[in-house]
Nanobody
Framework: QVQLVESGGGLVQAGGSLRLSCAAS????????MAWYRQVPGNQRELVALIITDGSTTYADSVRGRFTISRDNAKNTVDLQMGSLKPEDTAVYYC????????WGQGTQVTVSS
């Protein structure tokens, strides 16, 4: 059974930091492209950051320079370090694993107060 479990969300003031973590089980983690997405009610889910198997990363323009994605293939985890947070970063953040199949976590709420 495949599981992606996010943690680390919460309420933070603007300018603060949070670290999200996603623990994967039931997949050959090192073969998967891992990504973080976010979604605001009424909007489409959008890509925040992505890390491929060789460690190369891609970021949305809105978070580049503030967020850092990393993966630990030994622990089957992918993290998102978020800094200089803004109210517009408020969303539900989802972890995604993609290779032959695609899997999503259940999401974790991040709220940034002004």
């Amino acid at each position: 059974q495949v599981q992606l479990v996010e943690s680390g969300g919460g309420l933070v003031q603007a300018g603060g930091s949070l670290r999200l973590s996603c623990a994967a089980s039931g997949i050959n983690f090192s073969r998967y492209v891992m990504a973080w997405y976010r979604q605001v009610p009424g909007n489409q889910r959008e890509l925040v950051a992505l890390i491929i198997t060789d460690g190369s990363t891609t970021y949305a323009d809105s978070v580049r320079g503030r967020f850092t994605i990393s993966r630990d293939n030994a622990k089957n985890t992918v993290d998102l370090q978020m800094g200089s947070l803004k109210p517009e970063d408020t969303a539900v953040y989802y972890c995604k694993a993609q290779w032959i199949n695609t899997y999503w976590g259940q999401g974790t709420q991040v709220t940034v107060s002004s």
